[in-house]
């Protein structure tokens, strides 16, 4: 049998994935290696993961578990067995004093916060990628950020773990009997922990240096302290198996003691004439204090001193200027006050290029860790075309850290990495700093190597210091753990693995190798590919964001996956092969299940929306006859709404006759038979569209009188009323209705049947016709507000959103044009014009809402919580809303897409009474969010509705 038949006795056939882009699409991880994997399987429970230990142990296959995949140091990718740990895997529990929190290992950091929000309570570890990395990853990392420091670290924090040994022995660290159960079912590895300790006990030298070593940041090697800490095997292998990258054993639960989340935060960024002068301001303030002492180099602001935001005086600063983020937080105010007064104390005595400034607003806040977070990806961004960014992870005891940073700044210079930064979590001694390198030919693996040495000897031998102090060893460290830790300590570590994992099945080469060249082996090739995309460093930031994430791919996995199509195109005839079964699943895979909302966008640091690879995708694979066609389209637009109002009108009665299930059932095949073609029915299609009330459209101004132009999108011009819809008023009957009553004047803008935002042309990639409609939407416009004197006000978000930013397509003249229109979306105009002119009357219970991803861009998000709990009793917006995926038509031609991205949160809708009613503001994604929920989905404006005019509007 193949590798591939086996797992699949393990696992169902969908969770085994074999195919060549399953496989190079997960060939990356956030470090600067890159390993094409045999297979990647999902397994859903720990004992499938004991299965598949029992598997590898048999056939020495080995085995490498990814999280999200943000790690820096190679420890997530393998030429093996890759294990996904995702969908399946992303439950919580809190108990009632929320003293503890227990997830399962895929939960992201920054939801395990979330979840601890009510109760004021937070998890410890904080890495700057909390809002992407999952807890599993957190804890089998050790990784750490900003305040947690040592103290609040995974190791420190852990109260419990579930985990499966490779032995296959599964184990609740919990459970009374754990340390019994380990004695009886693995006597070995029970007595192999004592004996080591022993070893470790007995040794004067090593216990110190341990001792000494953790009392600072220290990812290195395994987690030694266990053995000094803990007296009970079970305890002591709980506390190894934080910080063993997968090596040890599957962390498959993981209870963390939660910390209060200190309400009262301030913060400063203190400039610094050089970096030596930020360095020595770090202990004077640590000891006034400050939970967080983020350093930056003058070349670290540099690279974000552009973005908008940004404090202006960052651009003047001197060439050798660095800065301190410096942030005191406390549980009450007056104790807030008190700490950051000891700060500026401190800060007296020191020389500063600016008298310094707390901010306890926490926008300027953001504003400032912002700078601090966007660093590494920043600098990723702005580097040459092709070259690799390696970061690196290293610490000192604080009294090294100014000379320290002089050296490494030195080292920069001897070496030739002109475009070095240093950054990094100053209080502990932590330094990152980040070079761009290019790997194509061996003077630059050289170059690495040299550099290398150097450093190395500069941390270890010169200070003693950590070679990893938060980002693991991976197999970028692997071949100096002796230098760092000396050979006993080595001698140990070598022991455990051959304790708990004898086959060497679990990440073999990752903490510990026999090969001193693995750090320079598998270097990941980073080939221009696509404008759009060239700047992705594949952090992964991006993942949690996408819809299709768990149905077909992520974007980083389509960047990925593209830059692998291109370097094998340029590769030997068996390469080029396997760049054609790439491109023959790429379409699907990538292009068509992209639901193009640029939502990845927000997530990513360097802004990359990759739905615009997808667009450009579509664009190229028109015929000449398509664009011609959609060019035509543009022309009888009029034609085109009327057709799908038709269509729309005459399918809800034929539906009506047949039975919804039956029709439901009808279309689906249509869509199958098909190939997708067909767009799918289901029972919350909507009937065809109201003919549009009379509005005047050319009438004079009164400047006394308040007016808008109101542009209803083609969506409201053709799709009626959702079937169960309790409201029989169209959207766009409820809008002006509700303007009249803010006493607010309302007109069309002229041709208004002809136009459309351009949405339906810009997703599918039809950009000339895409310009076309702008164009005409612009001079639309800026003739019906009298060159831009009267806003303009749509009703359905993502239009909105699209007419927003046109400044992406048009130019010269109707550009110009443009500047001067001032487009208000629904949620706006209700929120600043309506609300505070009419009278409420709270519609009793809870309104559900579903904000678009276009809410969301648009920053609206405030304003549409705010509408609904000014017009329903309560108001929620659920746990784990995303993007619908319908995406204009993606939901009707791919339902799938839209199934997958809405089942989280259409659990979460479960649990939510709604008997306010569940709102959206966008007529396909209310399609999407009824079908998911099967609950019927109105526009914001009709809660609204039922607020200002009663509760039964007809
Ligand atoms: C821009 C950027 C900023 C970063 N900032 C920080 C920072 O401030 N501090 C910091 O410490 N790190 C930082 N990192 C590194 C990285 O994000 C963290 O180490 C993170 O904890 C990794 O989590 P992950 O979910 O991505 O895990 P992955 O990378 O998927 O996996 C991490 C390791 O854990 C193993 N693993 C995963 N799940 C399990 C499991 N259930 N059981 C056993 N082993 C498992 C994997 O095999 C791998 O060896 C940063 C990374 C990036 C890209
Ligand atoms: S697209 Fe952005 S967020 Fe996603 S992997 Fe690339 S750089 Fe990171
Ligand atoms: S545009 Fe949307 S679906 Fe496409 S990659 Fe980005 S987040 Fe995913």
Redesign the pocket.
Known sequence: MTLVQDLQQVLDKNRVKSRLIDRYSYAR??SFYRLIPRVVVQPNSPEEVAELFNYARRTKIPL?????????SG??ITDGILVE?NQNWRGHYIPKTAESITLQ?AVIGAHANNYLRPYGRKIGPD???IN???V???V??N???MCCGVKDNSYHTIQSLKMVLPNGLILDSAAKNADQKLKTEAPEIHAGLLDLKHQIENNKTLRERIRDKYQRKNTMGYSLNAFLDYDTPIDILTHLLVGS??TL????EITFKTLPDDPFKSAALLLFPDLFAAAAAVMPLKEAGAEALELMDRASLRSVENEPGMPPELKELPDAAAALLCEFQASAENTLHQKVNAGLAALKCLSLLFPPEFKDDPKIRAQYWKIRKGL??SVGAVRKSGTTVIIEDICFRLKDLAPACVDLQDLFKTHGYDNAIIFGHAKDGNLHFVVTQEFADKSGVEQYRHFMADVIEMTAGKYDGALKA???TGRNMAPFVETEWGAEALNIMRQLKRLLDPDNIL?PG?ILTDDPQTYLKNIKPLPTVEAVVDSCIE???CESWCPSADLTMTPRRRIATWREIKLLERGTGSERAIARELQRDYPYESVDTCAVDGLCALGCPVKIDTGKLAKHFRQESHPEWANKLADWTVDHFDSVVNGIRLGLTVAAPFAQVIGNKNAATLGSWLHKASFGKIPAWNRYTPGGAKVLPELPVDEPLDSKVETIVYFPSCLSRGMGTIPHEKHTKSVPEALIDLARAANISIRYPRQVNDLCCGTPYSSKGYHSALVKMAERVTESLWESTSHGKIPVVMDTSPCSYRIKTYDEILYGDALEKWRQLTIWDVVEFLHDSVLPKVKLTKVKGEAVLHPTCSTTKMDQEEKFLAIANACAETAVVPEHKGCCGFAGDRGFLLPELTASATHREAESVGHCKGDAGFYSASRTCEMGMSTATDQPYSSILVLVYRAVFGNQPT
């Open positions: 991880d956030a490498v578990f990814r999280a999200a995949g943000t790690s820096l420890q997530s740990i290992p890495p700057a990628s992407a990395a999952y599993g990853g957190i089998a990392n990784a750490s950020g990258e997968g054993g599957f962390i498959s590494l990806p938060e980002h693991g990440n990752v952090c992964g930031f």
